[in-house]
């Protein structure tokens, strides 16, 4: 018996320190920034091996709640303020365009063409510009959580960024017009829900993330102001 406690012991004490040990080579994350877990000093990306105290670590991805698209309470305040709107009366012509936007947008959709991945482009459906016709946050995938330090994703992003830069070194010599349409479907599948999805541009050099935020607020405004607009407007609730 007194064998069986002494070896059962000693299993949990080595599982203990096996865990501590794994814990303390761990990078730590400081929101974004990736710091040794040993002397806290930033990290490279990937870094195996602390420059500052030269111990080794585990690399470790983390993620952040999604920044670029709604939550459950955005979500419903939007369709609130849209549905008070639609029963009070005919809706105006802006908030009309806007309709299959408010129908389709939900959590974690694409916030340019609100989960319908399509929009329409001189009065012609074209592909979103953003989503690229998948419905889901390109940020997040629509899972809301965005993983940083992902290895692939990032060296993804790095060969984007030379193929551009290449790119326009070479219309630079050659005088040619540059090419700019570095929004490839490939690589908004490549990077969506990696952080480094934050820096794929539109052919005008436009992050495009940023135009999907541009737009969720230009829809929520149309909606502020006829809500306000109404509450005003005498007999108005
Ligand atoms: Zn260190
Ligand atoms: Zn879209
Ligand atoms: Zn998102």
Redesign the pocket.
């Known amino acids: 018996m007194k064998w069986v406690l002494f070896t059962s012991g000693c299993v949990v004490a080595l599982v203990a320190l096996g865990f501590l040990a794994v814990d303390e080579r761990d990078v730590i994350w400081e929101g974004r920034t990736p710091l040794c877990g040993y002397c806290r000093a930033e990290l490279a990306h990937h870094a195996v091996v602390c420059r500052e105290c030269n111990r080794s670590l585990d690399w470790r991805p983390t993620t952040e709640e999604?920044r670029?698209?709604l939550e459950r309470k955005d979500v419903d305040h939007l369709l609130r303020l849209y549905r008070e709107i639609a029963k009070a009366g005919p809706l105006p012509p802006a908030l009309l365009a806007c309709e299959p936007y408010f129908d389709a947008i939900d959590v974690?959709a694409c916030t340019y063409c609100g989960g319908i991945g399509k929009v329409m482009e001189n009065g012609e459906e074209a592909a979103c510009p953003v989503c690229r016709d998948d419905k889901r946050?390109v940020?997040?995938g629509g899972t809301?959580s965005v993983v940083i330090g992902d290895d692939g994703a990032h060296r993804r992003a790095r060969e984007r960024q030379d193929a551009h830069l290449r790119a326009t070194v070479r219309g630079g010599v050659t005088d040619l017009p540059l090419n700019d349409e570095v929004l490839a479907d490939e690589d908004v599948a490549a990077l969506r829900g990696y952080v480094e999805a934050e820096d794929l541009t539109d052919a005008h050099g436009r992050r495009v993330l940023e135009l999907a935020r541009e737009r969720m607020k230009a829809a929520f405004r149309t909606l502020h102001e006829e809500h306000t607009k109404r509450a005003k407007a005498p007999g108005g609730s």
Do not use: E, P, Y
């Open positions: 999604c670029w698209c974690g946050c940020a997040c809301r």
